[in-house]
Nanobody, 121 residues
């Protein structure tokens, strides 16, 4: 069983930056693939970024070059650095963990509770 606690959302102006964090419980953090999803009002939840246990990454086209996913093994923490934010990035962001080496666009095995990101002037 893994518990995920994500945080770091807030209100930011267009062009600004935020860093989301997700602290995972348990001692097997390194054996899970991880990801960040987001869900905007009226839209389906989408996979924004994924990180395999081997370090391979995935980004949805709309965030490539602006977002970076990484993990800090010492702190059992997943990070999402978001730069050059746009109003269309406004959504609730969810941390996710997968039992296995790779992410998928389907439902992960574990979810964080979500953190709101609002990009507005």
């Amino acid at each position: 069983q893994v518990q995920l606690a994500d945080a770091g959302g807030g209100l930011v102006q267009p062009g600004g930056s935020l860093r989301l964090s997700c602290v995972a419980s348990g001692r097997t953090f390194g054996t899970y693939a991880m990801g960040w999803f987001r869900q905007a009002p009226g839209k389906e939840r989408e996979l924004v970024a994924g990180l395999s246990t081997g370090g391979n990454t995935y980004y949805v086209d709309s965030v490539k070059g602006r977002f970076t996913i990484s993990r800090d093994y010492a702190k059992n923490t997943l990070l999402l650095q978001m730069n050059t934010l746009k109003p269309e990035d406004t959504a609730v962001y969810y941390c996710a963990a997968y039992k296995g080496p790779y992410w998928s666009r389907g439902n992960p095995d574990y979810w964080g509770q979500g953190t709101q990101v609002t990009v507005s002037s």
